[in-house]
């Protein structure tokens, strides 16, 4: 290996365990209570050393949430090509992969949806086109599901996927937060929250609710919608 060579990798290192210290420290003690210092002191690295790799506090999150929606990529590409199933059920799989994120890569997900003092994305929505092309994905699965009849024609797409969202995200906040009854099973009651949702919308119940596409994100920064 080459001098070139090694300096890139032991860069890359010590990037890594900058995110890796950012985020456990976000998630443990909130967003708003870390400094650059506190976590140049948990990789015991100098604050300027950090500023090296990233110009603000905010960057490290923006580098983290990316992550996190590459993460959220990778459980939707399983779906892309699953084309024999039916629509919704296509759908269900879809949307089911948000909860599992939350399951799967719990301190990701609370940072990137339930910290209410990180930055919001939409400030620099430019950076996030994994967002983009993951709420218009959903939708656009939802267009589908009405073209083809599995839902009526009067659901309007984004309001069925805010429904859908937010209804897991209450969920997965409930279990990450411990506020769940003694016994009570969050797997459980997300499925059933979104199969009741999904029956909602086919049983062509009148929807109140009106919004207009906005980045992904939005929902973390209502943080329950």
Not at 44 to 67: H, M, Q, R, T, V
Request: aromatic fraction near 10%; glycine fraction near 6%.
């Amino acid at each position: 290996m080459g001098i070139k060579e090694r300096q890139e990798r032991e860069r890359g290192a010590v990037r890594r365990s900058i995110l890796d210290a950012a985020r456990n420290l976000f998630v443990s003690e909130g967003y708003g209570n870390v400094s650059i210092r506190k976590i140049a002191e948990r990789i015991e690295y100098s604050p300027a050393a950090i500023y090296g790799y990233f110009p603000s506090k905010d960057d490290i999150f923006f580098a983290l949430a990316e992550e996190g929606f590459q993460l959220l990529r990778q459980a939707a590409e399983s779906h892309r090509h699953d084309s024999v199933r039916p629509p919704l059920e296509q759908l269900r799989a879809r949307v089911w992969e948000f909860y599992r994120f939350s399951c799967d890569h719990p301190q990701y997900f609370a940072l990137m949806f339930l910290d209410r003092s990180v930055p919001g994305i939409s400030q620099v929505y430019e950076r996030f086109t994994l967002a983009r092309e993951l709420k218009s994905e959903l939708i656009s699965h939802i267009e589908q599901c009405i073209h083809q009849g599995a839902l009526p024609s009067h659901v309007p797409p984004v309001v069925a996927f805010r429904l859908l969202i937010s209804g897991l995200l209450g969920v997965a906040s409930m279990r990450l937060s411990d506020r769940l009854a003694p016994g009570e099973n969050a797997d459980d009651l997300a499925g059933d929250l979104l199969n009741v949702t999904l029956a909602g919308l086919r049983s062509g119940v009148a929807l109140k609710s009106n919004t207009v596409w906005c980045p992904f994100d939005e929902a973390s920064d209502e943080r329950a919608s």
